[in-house]
Structure formats: structure tokens, C-alpha cells
């Protein structure tokens, strides 16, 4: 199982990104979904989670500008970025607790690789 981010990039403050991560392999159910983000030198920031169900947490700065969503049937989760702001920049990873077709009913969590969003003033 593995997951596959895509999206980061360079844009000017004010701008939009979307990042997309996609989870393969032998899986078999897939509960919450997530993406942070890591400026070097901090650890991990939790930017947006999403449930199964649908039901979204976000980081406070970046709330009514971020907007997480996910297609179930495709294993992909998604990040809208609007309004980017110079502190956003980032590398940014999605993250997902996940079970495999081995294991069904036990689950773990798997991250992707990072995307870098840089934001220019």
C-alpha cells in the first residue's frame, strides 16, 4: 500500500493550488484521510482531516480558505488552496488510517510523500 501526493508548486500569495494524494495497492477499507505539513526545523502540522463519512477538521489560519474533500471509490483525497498566504509554504504530506485485504480489521496509518507548496510574496 502506498500513497502518491501531487500538486505542490510555486505561486504567488493570493493564488491556488490543489494537491491530490492517492493511496494503492491491496486495500481494503480506508477510514480517516488527512494532509500536514512540516516547515523545517517544526514538526508535523495537521492542516485538514476527513472522516469516511465526510466530516472535515481544519487547521484555525487555514480555515474558509482550504478545502479538503475525498472520492471514496478512487482512494484519493484532495486539498483546495485558495488565498495562499506566504506562511503556508510548506512541504505538505497526505496521511491515511487504513486497513490492506491481508489484515482487514487491522489499521494503520500510511503517509505519502511530501509535495512542496512555496508561496511568494
Known amino acids: 500500500v502506498q500513497l502518491q501526493a501531487s500538486g505542490g508548486g510555486l505561486v504567488q500569495a493570493g493564488g491556488s493550488l490543489r494537491l491530490s494524494c492517492v493511496a494503492s495497492g491491496n486495500i481494503f477499507a480506508i477510514n480517516q484521510m488527512g494532509w500536514y505539513r512540516q516547515v523545517p526545523g517544526q514538526g508535523h502540522e495537521m492542516v485538514a482531516t476527513?472522516?469516511?463519512?465526510?466530516?472535515?477538521n481544519y487547521l484555525d489560519s487555514v480555515k474558509d480558505r482550504f478545502t479538503i474533500s475525498r472520492d471514496n471509490a478512487e482512494n484519493t483525497v484532495y486539498l483546495r488552496m485558495n488565498s495562499l498566504k506566504t506562511e503556508d509554504t510548506a512541504v505538505y504530506y497526505c496521511?491515511?488510517?487504513?486497513?490492506?485485504?491481508?489484515?482487514?480489521?487491522?489499521?494503520?496509518?500510511?503517509w505519502g510523500q511530501g509535495t512542496q507548496v512555496t508561496v511568494s510574496s
Open positions: 476527513i472522516s469516511s463519512g465526510g466530516n472535515t
Open positions: 496521511n491515511a488510517d487504513l486497513s490492506d485485504t491481508q489484515h482487514p480489521t487491522r489499521f494503520y496509518f500510511r
